[in-house]
Each structure stands twice: as C-alpha cells, then as structure tokens.
C-alpha cells in the first residue's frame, strides 16, 4: 500500500500546483500594548463551541459553558497529579446525556480522599471512579495488544477507554475479522473492536523583513517543488534560538523551507537543533524537529486554512468512480486567518495517560490539505500500528486521537507537522481568534481504494476516520523548548 510521508502518518501533500496562489497572505502586524483594538472582519463564532453545539444538540451559550469548565478541569487535574502521582490515572468528560467529567484513580486510592482534591465549583459534575488495572499493568497489556497486531502486520490502534474498562482496537473490518481470534484468550475479554480506518504517517535566501508562523506550507529545502508537510508553532529552542516546531525529517523528508508569495524561497538553519523520530519506544513516542530560523523572526501566530478539499478514485462493482471530498469549517473565517497562540497545554503527563489531554475535551486540527477541523478527543493515550510497504511496522505510543463527525477528512497527507489546538476563542479587543499550542498533527486515516493503493478516509461513510497528534510538552524531553506567545514565551515542560 502506498505510504503518505506526512503523518497519516501525514506529509506528501495531495493539492496541486494551484497551492502557490493559495498561501497565506501577509503576515499580521503585532499591534503595540497601547494600540486600539485591531478591525477585522471575520466571523466572531467559536469553531469547537460549534462543533460541540451541533455534535450534542447544545445552544452555543452551553457549548460555551463546557469549554470554558474544560480550562478549570485541566487546572484541577494538576493538583490531582501532584498530591497522587502514578497513582492518579486518567481523567474523562461524558457530553451525554449530561456533561459529566470523571477522575479514574488507582485502585488503593480511598475514593474519598480524591474527592476532597475536586474544586467546590467543580463537583455538581465531577465523579471519581477506582482503575481496574494499574498504569504499569496498562502499559504491558497494551504493548502485548499492539506486539500482536504488528506480528500479523494489520494496521491499527490500541487505546484505553476507562468508561468501559476495556481496550479498544480501531482497524478495518477484514483486520479485526484476524486479529479477535489470534487475541490470547486472557485478552479476549478486555478487548472492545470497533471497525474504522488504518493509521498510516502524512509528511537561505532570506530578505529583510521576512517573519514565519505556525500553519505555513512546509517546503523542501530549497524549496522548489509542491510543500509536503505543515509547520506546527514559532518556538524559542533549547539554546535560545528563534525557530519553527514541525514533524521529523523522517516523517517530512527533506531540510525545511518555505517559499513566499512572491517567489523567493528561504531554507531555514541545519541540521534541525532537535530531529527526533523514534517510534516502538514503549510509553513515548516522538516525531518532531525544533529547527532555527535565522534571522527570520518568527510569532505568536498560526494560520488556519478553510474550505479545502481534494479528489480521489474508487474502485465501485460498477468501475472506477472519480469522487471528492470538501472541508469547510463554518465559524471560522472561511477564506481562513490567523489566530494568536497565548498559551500551550502545559505540564508533562505523570505517566503514560496524557492527563492533560483528556477523553471528550475538544481539539481543532490545522493543516495545509484539509484546513481547520475540530472534533473530540476520545483517548488520552493511544497506540498507533502502521504496516509499510516492505510489511516491516511500526508502533507509536501515547499519541491523542480525536474523532469528529462534522468534516470528510479530519487530517490527510500535508497535514503532518501541523498545529493541535485548543479551542479558537475570539478576542474581540484584540481583534483575533486565540487558542493554546497542544499538539503536532501526525497522523490520519485511509482506507483502500479498492486496488491495494490508500485513498483518503471519508466520513460519513467509512464510520471512523480519527486523527492523532503528540502532545506538544514531549518536545522537551530531549532538549528544552518554549512555544511562542502574545506574552512572550511558555515552557511546555
């Protein structure tokens, strides 16, 4: 099957040559602290507030309402890190029938001292729920779920869901048809499969004057083909160097570029100071590269494309059919924008759940090929199984996956290397959507065309059709790095 190097696991783009018209425009002035309110005129809607609107039948005030508790949930899930450590194991939020957010602690754990952990405003909807297994015992059944798929060389992913407590495994139906009766039989009955769609990875000439943002196309160095992959974040890197966060070299080949509007092509400094990617690494996986950008000044932006779409073939019992597909994300500017980053999600996860990312908060995903998509996350912590061509696999841990319902294609090759995203709020006095840095978009969904050849996953008619990112405070487990902001700079770590 054919491998997209942009992680769906996403980064060979699949717009055509049309793209060069499409760039960005112009890059925002950064208004002074004095200065009046920027005038813009651009949708005042909340992408993720819209999508949990429409998802859960909510008035735009309650959808509204559930973001901003998910900011005071993330705030108390810290203190629970830090008064129980490996003992606190996860933390989930139900949108039906009632918004209802649950904290899952080790078994030994006195339900009632984590309890008193939960802020008074928080506990008409917070409940707290004893783990079945510990998170050691967690990590060694999911490798064995993940070492079986990739032994009988099936796509798919391996998560935890502490609703049901039971794991989860995503795959096509025809892989799940092999892989339940080849389960050990201690395993059969924890394990829950739910048909879906196979990971698979998606991919100096500087002038006075030059800046760079979150969002842009990511170009091979030196920068004279069609761009591959997406850059994620402006960062500050470990020794103090302004730069660019984007996915590995050995995701998104090539050193990285970018090629403005008018023509010229600027590469950026090599070698990339971090280039990490390392995946069978039991608990973490990496795919990402702090490279420096020179005197090229970066900011606190990131761009967000709207109204993508792209074609593909099907292989029908009738023939061939030539079909397509469209994004459009309705409360976002639909000729896309920038949005301010002011924060990232901060603290390292205390074990190998991502607590910081929890089940049913909301995410929008940002990409050259397929825009701005939001959805849900529905696992902390997931194990991806992608099977290559040559039938060799690889297994990435402790990704994020989101799943959305609203958009054809939630992530899809060019996507890689992208921005994940809080939800974009707007800012009225300062004239701009903000959102916090979360993640590095890494990979989709495909399924086969018909012929052994990959084409996009495309929802509604291919059930489930996730997306993955890494959460962005695992780029500084090799070297310290800080994500750009309005206010300076945040530490992720």
């Avoid at 039948?57 to 890190?81: C, H, N, P, Y």
């Avoid at 909807?125 to 990590?139: N, Q």
């Avoid at 050193?255 to 039991?282: C, I, M, Q, W």
């Avoid at 199984?385 to 992530?411: F, H, I, N, P, W």
Wanted: glycine content about 12%.
């Amino acid at each position: 099957m054919k491998i997209f190097k942009s992680l769906l696991v996403l980064g060979t783009a699949l717009a055509g040559p049309s793209l060069l018209a499409q760039q960005p425009p112009g890059p925002p002035e950064i208004p002074a602290a004095d200065s009046a309110p920027v005038e813009v005129s651009k949708s005042q809607k909340a992408p993720g507030a819209g999508y949990l609107a429409k998802r859960f039948g909510l008035s735009e005030l309650e959808a509204r309402q559930r973001l901003a508790l998910d900011e005071k949930i993330t705030e108390s899930t810290a203190s629970f890190v830090e008064a129980f450590g490996d003992d606190f194991v996860s933390v989930f939020i139900d949108h039906e029938p009632n918004y209802r957010v649950t904290y899952v602690i080790a078994r030994d754990v006195p339900v009632g001292d984590a309890q008193k952990m939960v802020a008074q405003e928080l506990r008409r909807y917070v409940a707290v729920k004893r783990s079945k297994y510990t998170v050691s015992e967690l990590d060694v059944l999911n490798r064995r779920i993940a070492d079986t798929l990739a032994n009988m060389k099936l796509p798919g992913t391996v998560g935890y869901d502490f609703r049901t407590d039971k794991f989860e495994i995503s795959a096509t139906e025809t892989a799940g048809q092999k892989l339940m009766p080849a389960l050990p039989t201690d395993l059969r009955s924890v394990v829950r499969f739910v048909p879906g769609g196979k990971p698979q990875t998606v991919q100096t000439g500087a002038r006075s004057g030059d800046v760079f943002y979150g969002g842009w196309q990511f170009f091979p160095a030196p920068g004279t083909g069609t761009p591959t992959c997406t850059y994620a974040f402006s960062i500050r890197t470990g020794s103090g160097q302004d730069g660019m966060l984007t996915a590995s070299s050995g995701h998104c080949q090539g050193n990285a570029a970018y090629k403005y509007p008018d023509g010229h092509t600027v590469a950026l400094v090599t070698p990339a100071e971090v280039d990490r990617f390392v995946f069978n690494n039991s608990g973490r996986s990496y795919d990402y590269r702090q490279v420096r950008t020179g005197t090229i000044k970066p900011g606190p932006y990131v761009w967000f494309w709207n109204n993508r779409g792209g074609n593909y073939y099907q292989k029908t019992l009738s023939g061939w059919e030539y079909k397509s597909w469209a994004n459009v994300n309705p409360n976002y500017p639909i000729e896309g924008g920038y949005s301010q980053v002011t924060g990232a999600v901060l603290g390292s996860s205390a074990n190998t759940q991502n607590y910081n990312h929890a089940a049913g908060q909301t995410r929008c995903l940002g990409g050259q090929t397929t825009g701005i998509t939001c959805g849900l996350i529905t696992a902390s912590s997931t194990t991806a199984v992608e099977v290559l061509d040559d039938g060799s696999t690889r297994q990435y841990y402790g990704y994020v996956k989101v799943e959305g319902q609203d958009y054809m294609v939630l992530a899809n090759g060019g996507d890689s290397g992208g921005p994940a995203v809080t939800e974009p709020v707007w800012n009225s006095t300062a004239g701009y959507y903000q959102v916090k840095a979360a993640g590095i978009v890494l990979i989709g969904s495909v399924r086969d065309r018909g012929d052994g050849y990959d084409r996009p996953c495309v929802m509604p008619g291919d059930q489930s059709c996730p997306a993955y990112y890494m959460p962005i405070d695992r780029i500084n487990d090799h070297a310290a790095g800080t994500i750009l902001t309005t206010t300076g700079a945040v530490a992720v770590n």
